[in-house]
């Protein structure tokens, strides 16, 4: 079973930066793909960011394309999720997922079927 941690948020100020890990165990993810959602009280999931491991393909939202920045370490089975300028919309709970394979809809949640417990980011003024 694959299992995700995902770590780095907290705090943090307008206008500024997080990179928070998604750590993942269990398995390979060669040909799998890892997602980045966040979900704020009140609002609908949201997806972000996917990336394709084998490839390093790369999807974004049209929210967050040009602030945010997805990767991966190949050799340490970890995703990141490079946040810049942020803004206090922003604060949300963010969880990373995994998918197999090339996913036919990466912004579609119901595509992956590993997900991290989230990790809280709030951004203040």
């Known amino acids: 079973q694959v299992r995700l941690v995902e770590s780095g948020g907290g705090f943090v100020q307008a206008g500024g930066s997080l990179r928070p890990p998604c750590a993942a165990s269990?398995?390979?993810?060669?040909?799998?793909?890892m997602g980045w959602f966040r979900q704020a009280p009140g609002k609908e999931r949201e997806f972000l960011a996917a990336?394709?491991?084998?490839?390093?393909?790369?999807y974004y939202a049209d929210s967050v394309k040009g602030r945010f920045t997805i990767s991966r370490d190949n050799a340490k089975k970890t995703g990141y999720l490079q946040m810049n300028s942020l803004k206090l919309e922003d604060t949300a709970v963010y969880h990373c997922?995994?998918?197999?394979?090339?996913?036919?809809?990466?912004?579609?949640?119901?595509?992956?079927?590993?997900w991290g417990d989230g990790t809280q980011v709030t951004v203040s003024s």
């Open positions: 269990g398995r390979t993810f060669s040909s799998y793909t």
């Open positions: 997922a995994v998918g197999d394979g090339a996913l036919y809809d990466s912004t579609n949640f119901e595509e992956y079927s590993y």
């Open positions: 990336i394709t491991w084998r490839d390093g393909n790369t």
